[in-house]
């Protein structure tokens, strides 16, 4: 047995780490198509801001006046707006469906603004929406929310209890929307790219619209034409413009939680109910089966919203306006220069004028 019995002898180091260099080198050669097909989309989403955590987009936003995101399926733009409000933390708040669209900030300089719509559709909506952003202790100084007659019905929440959404798309659900578009329309996304410095999100990168950094979305003037409303799928009857003969009681009692919630943090709120289309208000006036619609006007309701400390502000009827078309998107949703009227006539009231003394001062224009 010589002294070299039971060694066994070990392959050289360098070898080893050569071939591990080669096994690598031909994986990357091997996969370097997939990851470009990979790396390639994700750059493109994030480049867009499709994908990019709402937080981020908020501290984008605060970049310039002429930042404009819109992005995600649609369903629900609670997750962006609560991040607006949580880097803002305005004085002023406005709350409501697509009728809120158009509050802007303008109407309360000096004090600062945001427009938190089209994240609650019903009065428990707004008290949620309320809890979420108090949970850090802020809260504004005041509220200003649609307070529509319809939010009264019975079962009137069924229609949007799934828009209020408190879990942000997924980013493999976003990525898959750029892809999308870019295997269906690559053209049209590559021209728009350049805009991409102030677009972000998919939508409003095609169709250079998009929430303001104030969180309002005025969107385009109407037109003259009297027939595009008569066909816009409106109508007394057709949900939200509902008929029912009452007022349900668990709505006032949604109602006055809502107002507690919001005394307790010493908010104070604005109601309004903004303009209508004629079209919805003769569907409404002088029909039996509209008694909610009547109830809502009584002096009994307004009476409830005053002792509540709610200030309530009617226009749904402003003969200046219901009778023209160009004046509402459709017959639901006056359109910027209605609400900016209709906010000229909120600020000069006397009740208004004590809660914001400051607006309308030299300082404010």
């Known amino acids: 047995m010589s002294a070299s019995d039971g060694v066994i002898e070990q392959p050289p180091v360098r070898s080893q780490l050569r071939e591990w260099r080669r096994l690598f080198v031909v994986l990357v050669l091997m996969l370097s198509p997939l990851l470009v097909a990979i790396a390639a989309p994700e750059g493109l989403a994030w480049r867009i801001g499709e994908t990019m955590p709402m937080s981020l987009i908020a501290k984008w936003q605060d970049g310039g006046a002429d930042r404009l995101w819109r992005g995600g399926d649609g369903h629900s733009y609670l997750t962006y707006k609560l991040a607006r409000v949580a880097d803002l ?21 000096p004090y600062t603004f945001f427009n938190a719509g089209l994240t609650a559709w019903t009065l428990e909506q707004y008290r949620r929406f309320l809890a979420l952003i108090a949970r850090d202790g802020y809260a504004p100084k005041i509220v200003v929310f649609n307070l529509d007659y319809w939010m009264l019905s019975s079962g009137f929440d069924h229609y949007w209890v799934n828009r209020f959404d408190e879990q942000q798309p997924t980013h493999g659900a976003d990525l898959l929307r750029v892809i999308g578009e870019l295997r269906e329309e690559p053209l ?3 021209r728009a790219l350049p805009a991409a410095d102030h677009l972000h999100g998919l939508y409003a990168l095609l169709a250079g619209d998009g929430f303001r950094a104030d969180g309002a979305l005025p969107g385009k003037p109407g037109t003259p034409d009297a027939q595009r409303l008569l066909d816009d799928g409106t109508a007394a009857s057709i949900p939200p413009v509902v008929l029912t003969d009452h007022i349900a009681p668990e709505q006032v009692a949604k109602f006055d939680e809502f107002v507690a ?3 307790e943090k010493h908010i104070a709120l604005i109601g309004i109910q903004l303009p209508f289309y004629e079209k919805i208000l003769d569907g409404l006036n002088g029909n039996p089966e509209a008694g909610i619609w009547r109830e809502f006007a009584s002096a009994e309701w307004q009476q409830h919203i005053a002792a509540s400390g709610v200030l309530f502000l009617d226009f749904a009827d402003m ?13 639901l949703d006056p359109d910027a220069r209605v609400v900016d009227h209709v906010m000229q006539l909120v600020m000069t009231d006397p009740r208004v004028r004590a809660l914001l003394p400051k607006t309308g001062t030299p300082a404010a224009r």
Do not use: C, V
């Not at 669209?101 to 309360?108: L, T, Y």
């Not at 003969?319 to 509402?328: A, I, L, Q, S, T």
């Open 319 to 331: 003969p200046e306006y219901r009778d023209k078309p160009e004046y509402f998107s459709d017959s």
């Open 89 to 109: 933390r305005p004085e002023i708040l406005a709350l409501g469906p697509s009728r809120a669209n158009s509050f802007r900030g303008a109407a309360f300089a």
């Open 261 to 263: 919630f919001a005394r």
């Open 188 to 190: 049209r996304l590559w």
